[in-house]
Every structure is written in C-alpha cells, then in structure tokens.
Nanobody
Framework: QLQLVESGGGLVQPGGSLRLSCAASGFTYYAVGWFRQAPGKEREAVSCISSSGGITNYADSVKGRFTISRDSAKSTVSLQMNSLKPEDTAVYYC???????????????WGQGTQVTVSS
C-alpha cells in the first residue's frame, strides 16, 4: 500500500512559479501522474511520467509551462509550474499506477491533494 504525500502548493500571482512534490516510499516501479480538480469541474490529467522517467505526457493547457521529473533515489516526483495562470487554480493530486497511461482511472494510489491558487 503506497502512501503519497504532496507538498508545495500555495498562493501565487499570475506569471509566478510553484514547485509541487510528491513523496512515497516504494513507488520506483510505478508510473506517477499529477491531476487537478477545480471547483465545479471534473478532475483532469496534468502530466504523467513513466517509472523510468523516460516518457512524459502533458495536457495541452500546460505544455511549455510545466515540467514533470522524478528522482528515484529520493522517491519523489516533482511538478515545476511556471508562468502560472488563474485557470491553473485547483487542488492538485499526485497518483501512482502500474502503467503510464495518463488517465485517472489507471491510477491506484492517490495523495490527499494540495491547493494551488493563482490570483493577484
């Protein structure tokens, strides 16, 4: 049973940056994804990374602004978010699953979520 813990959320002005981290012991062999859910909207995939770190996927809305990476030695996956926009405001969740298919139904283990608010 994996336990994922997210950190790094907060309030940032438009154009600013945040770095989210997801820590868990034992998820070296899992694909890891970041998902988000804004009030009144469905949960959506933001970015996913394969177990090796060699394959990454991004939602069109974040391409060129967000970067996902993993450090297997530290058992962490990070999401660097730059040029943040108000529409990026949401609760962000990290999740782990057996396959690198960037859809929420493929992910088994979920963190508790961290709030990201982009506002002036």
């Amino acid at each position: 049973q994996l336990q994922l813990v997210e950190s790094g959320g907060g309030l940032v002005q438009p154009g600013g940056s945040l770095r989210l981290s997801c820590a868990a012991s034992g998820f070296t062999y899992y694909a890891v994804g970041w998902f988000r859910q804004a009030p009144g909207k469905e949960r959506e995939a933001v970015s996913c990374i394969s177990s090796s770190g060699g394959i990454t996927n991004y939602a069109d809305s974040v391409k060129g602004r967000f970067t996902i990476s993993r450090d297997s030695a530290k058992s962490t996956v990070s999401l660097q978010m730059n040029s943040l926009k108000p529409e990026d405001t949401a609760v962000y969740y990290c999740a782990a699953g057996p396959r690198n298919i960037c859809r929420s139904e493929w992910y088994t283990y979920w963190g508790q979520g961290t709030q990201v608010t982009v506002s002036s």
